[in-house]
Nanobody, 124 residues
Framework: QVQLVESGGGLVQAGGSLRLSCAATGRTFRIVSMGWFRQVPGKEREFVAAITWRGGSAYYADSVKGRFTNSRDNVKNTVYLQMSSLKPEDTAVYYC?????????????????WGQGTQVTVSS
């Protein structure tokens, strides 16, 4: 098991920036990749970004490509999601997740442990 705690959410105006953090504790040696997903009430959770734990290769949904940057600090066992040029449609609860087996990074089912989520609200 890996415990994940997100932080950094909040309220920001459109065009602004926020940086989310996700700290992992526990059996972190099992982590193969880390993902970020987001969910709006009444909608399914959607993939935002992911990063491979060892190589640091990052992947993004088309909707955030060029605006969001995913990074990790293996010493601190923390991943970051730097979000810039935020839009009202980015408003959601953001979740980080850990995958022990890899697979398709955009697929929820490939992730084993999830954080509690952090709210991001972008006002117009």
């Amino acid at each position: 098991q890996v415990q994940l705690v997100e932080s950094g959410g909040g309220l920001v105006q459109a065009g602004g920036s926020l940086r989310l953090s996700c700290a992992a504790t526990g059996r972190t040696f099992r982590i193969v990749s880390m993902g970020w997903f987001r969910q709006v009430p009444g909608k399914e959770r959607e993939f935002v970004a992911a990063i491979t734990w060892r190589g640091g290769s990052a992947y993004y949904a088309d909707s955030v490509k060029g605006r969001f940057t995913n990074s990790r600090d293996n010493v601190k066992n923390t991943v970051y999601l730097q979000m810039s040029s935020l839009k009202p449609e980015d408003t959601a609860v953001y979740y980080c997740a850990a995958s022990f087996s890899g697979g398709v990074l955009a697929t929820e089912g490939n992730y084993d442990n999830w954080g509690q989520g952090t709210q991001v609200t972008v006002s117009s």
